[in-house]
């Protein structure tokens, strides 16, 4: 059975960091994508940022480009966001995912959707205050 659980979101102001964790436990699909989505309140889930565990390509959505970097921990099977220099707008639930099937994507067609990954966390809270 597979489960993603989230952890270290939090409320920090603006300028500030936060460093998100995804620990996934029976999930044996090496070598393929693990993402990072995020949804506000009234929006829809949108991508953040994506890596490609074969070769550890990774790719970002433009308005987190230059301040969150996703990493991996294959020996600790922990998927990470390092988030700098917050924003407001990024306040949100952040989502970790998973994918059985997709091994990667072309940069320039922009980052997979959210049908992409057959694996979902619980989401944790980040809150970005001015």
């Known amino acids: 059975q597979v489960q993603l659980v989230e952890s270290g979101g939090g409320s920090v102001q603006a300028g500030g960091s936060l460093r998100l964790s995804c620990v996934a436990s029976g999930y044996t699909y090496r070598g393929y994508a693990m993402a990072w989505f995020r949804q506000a309140p009234g929006k829809g889930r949108e991508g953040v940022a994506v890596?490609?565990?074969?070769?550890?390509?990774?790719n970002y959505a433009d308005s987190v480009e230059g301040r969150f970097t996703i990493s991996q921990d294959n020996a600790k099977k922990t998927l990470y966001l390092q988030m700098n220099s917050l924003k407001p707008e990024d306040t949100a639930m952040y989502y970790c995912?998973?994918?059985?099937?997709?091994?990667?994507?072309?940069?320039?067609?922009?980052?997979?959707?959210?049908?992409?990954?057959?694996?979902w966390g619980q989401g944790t809270q980040v809150t970005v205050s001015s």
């Open positions: 890596i490609y565990t074969r070769d550890g390509t990774t």
């Open positions: 995912a998973a994918s059985t099937w997709l091994i990667s994507m072309p940069a320039a067609l922009g980052l997979p959707s959210s049908s992409s990954y057959n694996y």
